[in-house]
């Protein structure tokens, strides 16, 4: 539904993260938002902490439904976390009329993934108009601050059709 409403580029997404801190669940919905341009996203229940251009922190909850069998958050779920975290990170700098997808994604697991864990990225300014890639790294940190995972997500940028 948003994504035919809105292009949703940077502008866009900064706008609507704005509206989304001003109102009461706001931001619980605006966290559903990476799940409606791709639903598999939905599985790891992502929570948007915060967004500005170029920058996104999201928490995940340690549950059931993303353990293993050594009771840690499974790697899958490690790595769809970075790529929800480099994807909001990239979108928000993303200019109008750019679109972008995942076409690599590396993870480096460094430790087990255990409560609640916060992701980051920083991501680059981006160019509209020409097609490029962008590589954009995310960390994955537990509560103590540790770092539990870091991942490359290589996103292929192009003009929107």
């Given at each position: 539904m948003m994504g035919s409403m809105?292009?949703?580029?940077g502008?866009?997404?900064?706008r609507l993260w704005r509206l989304a801190t001003k109102v009461p669940g706001g931001?619980?919905?605006f966290s559903k938002l990476p799940a409606?341009?791709?639903?598999?996203t939905a599985t790891i229940g992502a929570v948007v902490e915060h967004v500005e251009p170029g920058f996104a922190r999201l928490s995940m909850?340690?549950?059931?439904?993303?353990?293993?069998?050594l009771k840690s958050v499974h790697a899958i779920a490690l790595a769809n976390f970075v790529e929800e975290t480099t994807g909001l990170a990239m979108m928000s700098a993303l200019p109008p009329g750019m679109r972008g997808i995942v076409t690599h994604i590396e993870i480096t697991y460094v430790k087990k993934g255990r409560g609640t864990l916060t992701g980051e990225c920083?991501?680059?300014?981006?160019?509209?108009?020409?097609?490029?890639?962008c590589k954009?790294?995310?960390?994955?940190?537990n509560a103590a601050?540790?770092?539990?995972?870091?991942?490359?997500?290589?996103w292929l940028l192009r003009p929107a059709r």
């Open positions: 809105l292009e949703l580029n502008e866009n997404l900064m931001r619980a919905a409606r341009m791709a639903p598999y909850k340690d549950r059931p439904g993303v353990r293993n069998h920083h991501a680059p300014a981006i160019e509209g108009g020409v097609e490029s890639e954009v790294t995310g960390t994955i940190r601050g540790e770092l539990v995972a870091h991942g490359t997500a290589t």
